[in-house]
């Protein structure tokens, strides 16, 4: 399975914009790039999924670089709630069932 | 519409004993993974099914992790018998489809403490 690289930890502040990055170098061009998060005491929650365009959804939108080896995640105004660990994943089309890995995650905290 | 359904939320035993979790997917979610989530450390996939049958395993210890999905739908984990490392959260996800373009939706998992 691919390989995702993102920093631990990150800080924002209370209603200005997040930028989460992840680099997946050795991506492949059947790889889609998803992204869950982890809110506390939670279960992992589907955050947004692009393969080579930039998406946009009522959460969050995904910015894809043009070689595909790095992505980032953008939370538009970030709130209290959105402090939660925050999973990039590669998810492999010719893979059967698609298996969804976990890494470390970055843990996001939000600052009032 | 009915979430991921886990059960027990907490469950604490004696090592060597052994334990059992529940889970109920979406109705319909043909995909239904385990994960083993460590305090500190992202989720684990230990088995993955489509339907009734196991698409991998690969990472599940099966000379004391057992599991099975009864006709496709409810879906079983099994320790026995339970180590101290085996303390984590098991968490129970299911999907539509196994495809790529699909999301996983999760239960709020069963925290397990071995004693």
């Known amino acids: 399975d691919a390989k995702t690289t993102q920093p631990n930890s990150m800080e924002s502040n209370e209603e200005e914009p997040v930028h989460l990055p992840c680099n997946h170098s050795?991506?492949?061009?059947?790889?889609?790039i998803h992204w869950y998060r982890q809110l506390p005491s939670q279960g992992p929650e589907y955050v947004i999924h692009?393969?080579?365009s930039n998406v946009n959804n009522r959460m969050a939108s995904l910015a894809i670089a043009e070689d595909r080896k790095s992505s980032t995640l953008i939370l538009h105004r970030a709130t209290l709630r959105d402090a939660a660990v925050y999973y990039c994943?590669?998810?492999?089309?010719?893979?059967?069932?698609?298996?969804?890995?976990f890494g470390q995650g970055t843990e996001l905290s939000v600052k009032p | 519409e009915a979430g991921v359904a886990q059960s027990p939320r907490y469950k604490i035993i004696e090592k060597r004993q052994s334990v059992a979790f529940w889970c109920n997917p979406i109705s319909g979610h043909a995909t239904l993974y385990w994960y083993q989530q460590i305090l500190g450390q992202g989720p684990k996939l230990l088995i993955q099914f489509q339907n009734n049958g196991v698409v991998d395993d690969s990472q599940l210890p099966k000379d004391r992790f057992s599991a099975e999905r009864l006709k496709g739908v409810d879906s079983t984990l099994k320790i026995q018998p339970a180590k101290l490392e085996d303390s984590a959260v098991y968490l129970c996800a299911s999907s539509l489809t196994p495809g790529v373009n699909t999301e996983a939706f999760f239960g709020q998992g069963t925290r397990l403490t071995v004693v």
């Open positions: 692009g393969l080579t």
């Open positions: 994943i590669l998810r492999d089309t010719g893979n059967q069932g698609g298996k969804l890995i």
């Open positions: 050795t991506i492949s061009g059947t790889d889609y």
